[in-house]
Each structure stands twice: as C-alpha cells, then as structure tokens.
Nanobody, 119 residues
Framework: QVQLVESGGGLVQAGGSLTLTCAAS????????MGWFRQAPGKERAFVAS????????FYAASVKGRFAISRDNAKNTMYLQMNSLKPEDTAVYYC????????????WGQGTQVTVSS
C-alpha cells in the first residue's frame, strides 16, 4: 500500500504564495507519475498538475499554468506544488495523488489540505 500525506495548506491573501508538500511512503515502487488535484466547494475534483516518475515532464491545467510549478524529489519520496499569484478561485482542498503502475490510474490519494485565498 501507499500512503500520501499533504502539508503546507493555509490562508493567504490574493497575490500571495504557498508551497504544498506531499510525502509518500509504503510501496513506493508501485506508482510512477504523481499529481495534484483540487476540489472547491460545490464542485467536482479537478486536475491541477502532474509530473512523471523521472521528474522531467510536467503537465498543468490551463487555469494554473504559469502560476503553479510542480516538482518531485525522488530521493526524498516527496512532491511539491509551488503556487504563486494566488487567486480567490484557487480556494479548494488540494489532494496529492500517485498513479498506480499496473492500472495507469491515480489510485493512491492523500487526505487533502485546505488552501484558502482571501480577496
């Protein structure tokens, strides 16, 4: 099994920055890509960003491209999301996820961390 634990959420003013961290443990060899998703109140969970297992390729949702940066440190089994120029519409619970190798799906999830951006 894989355990994912997010940290770094909080309250920030519009235009500010936050860095989210996701620490992975357990059967690390069972997943490859990792990603961040978010769920705002009353909305479905949505893709934010992802990074391949070699940390060389990243993907972003259009709404965060140019403002957010995803990275991972495989030596530390940790993934990050640097969020800059935050907007009130970025307010959501942010979830860390890992893609299971044998399914190709984001099957492993963290418990989520709240990010609130005030205007």
């Amino acid at each position: 099994q894989v355990q994912l634990v997010e940290s770094g959420g909080g309250l920030v003013q519009a235009g500010g920055s936050l860095t989210l961290t996701c620490a992975a443990s357990g059967n690390i060899a069972s997943f490859n890509a990792m990603g961040w998703f978010r769920q705002a109140p009353g909305k479905e969970r949505a893709f934010v960003a992802s990074v391949t297992s070699d940390a060389k390729t990243t993907f972003y949702a259009a709404s965060v491209k140019g403002r957010f940066a995803i990275s991972r440190d495989n030596a530390k089994n940790t993934m990050y999301l640097q969020m800059n120029s935050l907007k009130p519409e970025d307010t959501a619970v942010y979830y860390c996820a890992a893609m299971r190798i044998d399914t190709g799906d984001f099957d492993f999830w963290g418990q989520g961390t709240q990010v609130t951006v005030s205007s």
